[in-house]
């Protein structure tokens, strides 16, 4: 904590913080999650334990001291040590036994391939064959430089992640959280399916602070589904409700998720630049959703919340000074200053805040639990990114990158349609048994380079990758949010996530928007960008209607088909061209003919 507030004001050259960042997160991480002391093995565990701490401390040390050579030596031409390779193996012996702790077997999995592929390129077949890796070389790219595990994703991890995830502990420990529960339940808790739709409010406000689809289950889960399970929902559909409102907190502004900050590194611009590109296909996203469990709601005749349950939660009139943190957090970005100033300062604001509101005693108490609870979130973190930080090198380095993006065009028969197919498979595949800044930044190094060969903008590739690896944290059959989900209603994981992947559907082509349409990410005129937004809505709405089968009456399968495929074309297609005012045109006159009709239906018999 103490070496993250004298950086954030007196930076130091990055061969020197970022090592010392990522080591302590390490020797957190190994002090947090210890290895089981199980008899008859307790001795070893503990040997093995400290062993690696002392690594971890024994690193810090050669950095520093070696800090002047590191930083003056030129890249390929002065000589790698023996110092320099004993110090590589602990660093990366350490680093690998922290991601096995925190991730499992899965991201450690894929590091071993791409080191394997990295040392022993010679051995893979055809057009993934290369030379290889000499020890020293691999020493080099990978310890010894800002490409490798002290590269892009330390950075970000040191400059962004670390304070967010403080800011994100420190809001939830003086009530934000629980604010924006009793908000969700304020707006949807008398209508039906309150539970479901007080899950989806309080999941993408909350979601927007937090970052984690899981965290973010965790937190709000406890809460909304119980609610959902007293107002008729299955524990399934519970579960799936939850898992998928707050899996687009990843996708929610101004934090959203660990990725977005990998998007602003990669592409050298600000924060707030990439939050504001966030913006409209995260609403569109929680519009759907929303309107899609409304209309489930209704066609099921889902219960609204009870009296007692609506009693229960706080009023929110009084606690609406919580929300200053967060308009502190995005005033800061949009008047110019960096992410880490402003979750700096709302930081800060929280502190005044609980010190203003609460007793000294329990302002004390928040104080050490939060900062226990955000350090070892940001080494939850910082470890498992900075390994990743050896996939971009050995992908780089061997020029896999564009050799898997030279075989995706030709395999797509350069079709810009077939190849982000592929990329959306890839992306949900990958994201299956990985965190989501994981499979994005795989996603982004082998996928990216593609799409931007066929002709799409960098911000737009970036967005799509990440989308659909969030995307992922609900796909069978492994999704991490749906089983975090399932394991609160105490529901099958799969059933679960089957029906959480149902839910998704109904956003799941708003990246195909993006794409076509640059305006999404904010790029145009206001006026334009605006109108570019509400076709979105109005698109994502219709293909909830289309899914559910619902509006006002059951819809019958032609009216879904029509609207289905009309609500498709207006999502894919240019707002504003020809062919999005005749689809419209002939979308509205469905719409409009099906509520006249089913007013008639519902309009009692006049009396004789």
């Known amino acids: 904590m103490g070496f993250q507030s004298y950086i ?33 093995y307790r001795k070893v565990a503990s040997f093995v334990d400290w062993t690696l701490l002392i690594s971890v401390a024994s690193v810090v040390i050669y950095y520093v001291s070696e800090f002047q050579r590191l930083t003056e030596r030129i890249e390929g031409i002065d000589a790698v040590l023996a110092i320099d390779i004993f110090f590589c193996c602990l660093l990366l012996c350490a680093l690998l036994e922290g991601v096995r702790r925190t991730v499992g077997w899965s991201l450690l999995g894929v590091l071993l391939l791409f080191l394997l592929y990295g040392f022993a390129g010679s051995i893979f077949p055809g057009w993934l064959q290369f030379s290889g ?28 992640v670390f ?36 899950a989806v409010v309080a999941s993408s406000l909350m979601g927007s602070i937090s970052g984690s689809a899981v965290a973010n289950v965790a937190t709000t889960g406890v809460f909304t589904v119980p609610l959902m399970r007293k ?22 502004p101004p934090i959203m998720g660990v990725a977005a900050f990998v998007i602003a590194e990669m592409l050298q611009v600000s924060y707030a630049r990439v939050a504001l590109a966030g913006l409209i296909p995260a609403v569109a996203f929680y ?70 509101t ?17 350090m070892n979130q940001a080494a939850y973190v910082a470890v498992p990114i900075a390994a990743i930080g050896i996939i971009i090198a050995v992908a780089i380095q061997s020029n896999l990158a564009l050799k898997f993006s030279s075989q995706l065009i030709s395999g797509s028969g350069e079709s810009l349609y077939e190849a982000m197919l592929f990329i959306v498979l890839g992306c949900l595949l990958m994201g299956m048994g990985l965190p989501t800044v994981a ?85 145009g005129a206001i006026l334009d960008v605006l109108f570019a937004a509400v076709s979105l809505s109005v698109g994502t709405t219709l293909w909830a209607i289309a899914l559910a089968g619902y509006l006002g009456r059951v819809l019958r399968v032609y009216e879904r088909v029509v609207i289905g495929v009309g609500a498709l074309n207006l999502i894919c297609s240019l707002a504003g061209s020809t062919m999005w005012f005749a689809t419209f045109s002939i ?22």
């Open 287 to 356: 519009i759907a959703i929303f309107v899609f469990v409304d209309l489930l709601a209704r066609r099921d005749q889902t219960l609204a919340a009870s009296f007692e349950t609506l009693k229960k939660s706080q009023p929110v009139a009084p606690r609406l000074y919580l929300l200053l943190p967060p308009v502190v957090l995005i005033a800061v970005l949009v008047v110019g200053y960096s992410a880490t100033y402003a979750a700096i300062s709302a930081t800060i604001s929280c502190v005044f805040l609980a010190l203003v």
């Open 587 to 608: 979308l509205a006159a469905l719409i409009a003919w099906i509520l006249v009709t089913t007013g008639r239906q519902r309009r009692p018999p006049a009396a004789s």
């Open 231 to 252: 107002s008729g929902y299955s524990s399934s559909m519970a579960g799936a409700i939850e898992a998928i409102a707050s899996t687009g907190g990843q996708l929610m």
């Open 439 to 523: 499979a994005y930044i795989i996603g982004a190094i082998l996928f990216v380079p593609a799409l931007l060969r066929l002709g799409i903008s960098e911000m737009a590739a970036h967005f799509f990758v990440m989308y659909y690896c969030v995307l992922s944290m609900v796909t069978p059959p492994v999704a991490l949010a749906s089983y975090t989900a399932a394991a609160i209603a105490k529901s099958h994981p799969m059933k679960t996530s089957l029906k959480a992947f149902r839910l998704a559907l109904v956003s799941f082509f708003i990246p195909v928007a993006f794409v076509f349409d640059s305006r999404l990410l904010g790029d």
């Open 8 to 40: 954030a004001f007196f930076p130091q050259p990055p061969l020197l913080q970022r090592p010392i960042h990522l080591t302590f997160g390490i020797a957190l991480l190994l002090l947090a999650k210890p290895l089981p002391r199980v008899h008859p």
């Open 163 to 198: 304070y967010f995830v403080l800011f994100g502990a420190v809001y939830s420990a003086i009530g934000g959280g629980q604010l924006f529960i009793d908000i969700g339940l304020m707006i949807a808790g008398r209508h039906q399916g309150a539970g479901a739709k007080a």
């Open 133 to 160: 890796f000499t020890v020293r070389e691999g020493v080099e790219i990978l310890s010894m430089t800002v490409n490798g595990i002290l590269g892009i994703t330390t950075a970000t991890s040191l400059q962004f």
């Open 358 to 374: 609460l007793t000294k005693k329990n302002s004390a108490h928040i104080s050490v639990d939060t900062l226990n609870k955000a």
